[in-house]
């Protein structure tokens, strides 16, 4: 059981006991928690040492109330299994039976994490994206160590950087860009690094968290975590450089490695806005942009061992490119992309699919959890002309939906018919030999299926909803 029932209220219970965090390998009783004089001798020990190491990361990640922490986190973000198969439902009843174990090996530096399963999906730019999903047990351990090494660094972080930072996110990141066109910076440098995480050099990456961590068993642990081969259709992938994305620990390596860079643009006294590795510096001039590029490619791929992706960098004006699906214009007013808003309708597009078999109020709800957050992520952006646009053609997709999913004449003709319709025009619109976009286009159409109709289905509006994020 997940969950135990205390004074009336389900609670989540603390699988770590208070002085859990000092128990050893070998421990008496059912999972190394049953008492005992070995054990007791072990606590105590393991105790005197921990005092004796008060600086020690790993006895403060050991600690009871981080490590459920970490195991309330990791069931939160359930996750899929990793190569082991074990679902997070599971860690409950695993870490009842090994927990004295797994804090032993990492109390002695021993702790081995298993293989990443390896899993590619599609980038909004096209291609592929790695991901390395860990095990269960492995993320508890990674979100662990994140509890304590994150807050420490995160100090130390740039300003300017935006991505996976507490209190931080892309809005924030875009509208600082805003505030430097507002100063009259319109050229931005747009630097790409190329397969970011599939390409951090680990020893560059140890080297930094070294300046950081002088624990030994917990820069041996993360270095395993950093070397942990990855298992694609069955085969084992060694792995000698990159952190693929899936795991919590891979975004803070990713700060940490990239903030050489946000220091060293700093130090130049240059105006940018990062997040995770995408980075926008922005000057006065063209000539200007084009020395910051050269000079910050260098940089990058000798300090750093990175690799710029020289095809998609570019020195341009604000608005002819975009951050993180923004569009930076003139004066500072923040617009949708062009290809941010092509990405949505390829989405609507397949959601309203004529021969995917759903009823309408099915297809309709669907839209709505993916437009609601979109319109949400985008409410920053001068666009409200761009929405009704794009009302009328989702409403016009509908349309063709519902003719088509009455198929024959009769059907359409009582359809429209109940609408209000004339029955004349509505056989006129039955009878035709248009194709299902044309008859979605008709007045017929527009008269039968009105906003009103679609709002009484439950289709939120684009435009009101931007209107009252905008309140």
């Not at 981080?66 to 973000?77: C, E, F, P, S």
């Not at 081995?112 to 096209?126: D, M, N, R, W, Y």
């Not at 666009?383 to 009455?406: N, P, S």
Request: proline fraction near 3%.
């Amino acid at each position: 059981m997940d969950v135990e029932r205390q004074q009336g209220k389900w609670t989540q219970p603390s699988l770590f006991e208070a002085r859990e965090g000092q128990v050893r390998h070998g421990g008496s009783g059912e999972g190394g928690t049953g008492a005992g004089p070995t054990e007791e001798s072990q606590a105590d020990t393991a105790s005197t040492r921990g005092r004796a190491l008060a600086s020690g990361k790993m006895e403060r990640i050991c600690e009871r109330e981080n490590l459920n922490r970490a195991y309330k986190r990791v069931k939160r973000n359930k996750g899929a299994p990793g190569i082991d198969g074990m679902p997070v439902g599971a860690l409950y009843d695993w870490l009842q039976e090994h927990k004295a174990e797994l804090i032993g090996s990492l109390l002695d530096g021993s702790y081995q994490p298993q293989e990443v399963l390896g899993v590619e999906i599609p980038k909004a730019g096209g291609g592929k994206r790695q991901l390395g999903i860990p095990t269960v047990v492995d993320r508890l351990v990674q979100q662990a160590i994140l509890q304590v090494l994150g807050p420490e660094w995160d100090e130390t972080f740039s300003e300017q950087s935006y991505g996976f930072r507490p209190g931080r996110d892309a809005h924030q990141a875009v509208r600082r860009g805003a505030e430097y066109v507002r100063e009259g910076r319109q050229i931005v440098v747009d630097m790409d690094l190329e397969k970011f995480f599939d390409r951090v050099n680990h020893d560059v990456l140890m080297a930094r968290v070294a300046r950081r961590v002088q624990d030994k068993r917990l820069l041996r642990i993360i270095g395993r975590f950093m070397r942990a081969g990855m298992m694609r259709d069955g085969v084992r992938v060694e792995r000698y450089e990159g952190t693929p994305q899936g795991g919590p620990l891979s975004p803070l390596l990713a700060n940490l490695l990239l903030d050489d860079l946000d220091k060293e643009l700093e130090r130049r006294g240059h105006r940018f806005c990062r997040y995770a590795d995408d980075c926008n510096i922005y000057v006065w001039t063209r000539g200007a942009g084009e020395r910051v590029l050269a000079s910050m490619t260098r940089f990058v791929e000798e300090r750093l061992r990175l690799r710029v992706n020289r095809a998609k960098s570019a020195v341009a004006r604000v608005w002819e490119r975009k951050f993180l699906g923004y569009r930076l214009l003139p004066g500072g007013k923040l617009g949708i992309a062009a290809e941010s808003m092509e990405r949505a309708k390829q989405r609507v597009r397949w959601i309203t699919r004529r021969n995917r078999g759903i009823s309408l109020e099915r297809m309709i709800q669907q839209l709505n959890e993916y437009l609601t957050g979109w319109v949400t992520y985008y409410r920053y952006a001068a666009c409200k002309e761009h929405l009704r646009r794009m009302e009328e053609w989702i409403r016009r997709k509908l349309r063709c939906v519902k003719l088509k999913q009455r198929k024959r004449a009769k059907p359409i003709a009582d359809f429209l018919q109940s609408q209000g319709m004339p029955e004349w025009r509505a056989w006129l619109l039955a009878l035709s030999g248009k194709g299902w976009w044309r008859k979605a286009g008709s007045p017929q159409a527009h008269e039968a299926m009105t906003s009103a109709w679609f709002e009484s289905l439950g289709l939120e509006s684009l435009t009101g909803r931007y209107a009252a994020l905008n309140q």
